[in-house]
């Protein structure tokens, strides 16, 4: 069964860091591209960042570029995503997501993507 698991919300201050995990069962990373996702209230879901199957390379949405980092550990079966300088705009629920795809790249298309966890949410706040 394919699984997707997100962990590490929260509520943090401006200016704090946060780390999600999201760990995969029943995957073998390397043959899947993986991405974050977030969605705020009354706002379409966006993409944030992804990593590419077999040549891992990474995509960051423009908002984040610079300040958040994904990652993955094919050991653990895990995929991150290391969120520094938060701001109140980076509120939302995250969600990791999964997706077998012949294309090299991945893409930061939510509607490209099979498999969703349920997702965490961020709060950044005074």
């Known amino acids: 069964q394919l699984q997707l698991v997100e962990s590490g919300g929260g509520l943090v201050q401006p200016g704090g860091s946060l780390r999600l995990s999201c760990a995969a069962s029943?995957?073998?990373?390397?043959?899947?591209?993986f991405g974050w996702f977030r969605q705020a209230p009354g706002k379409a879901r966006e993409g944030v960042s992804c990593i590419s199957s077999s040549v891992g390379t990474t995509i960051y949405a423009h908002s984040v570029k610079g300040r958040f980092t994904l990652s993955r550990d094919n050991a653990k079966n895990t995929v991150y995503l290391q969120m520094n300088d938060l701001q109140p705009d980076d509120t939302a629920v995250y969600y990791c997501a999964a997706l077998k795809s012949s294309y090299r790249l991945c893409m930061l298309l939510p509607s490209e993507y099979d498999y969703w966890g349920q997702g965490t949410q961020v709060t950044v706040s005074s």
């Open positions: 029943g995957f073998t990373l390397a043959d899947y591209h």
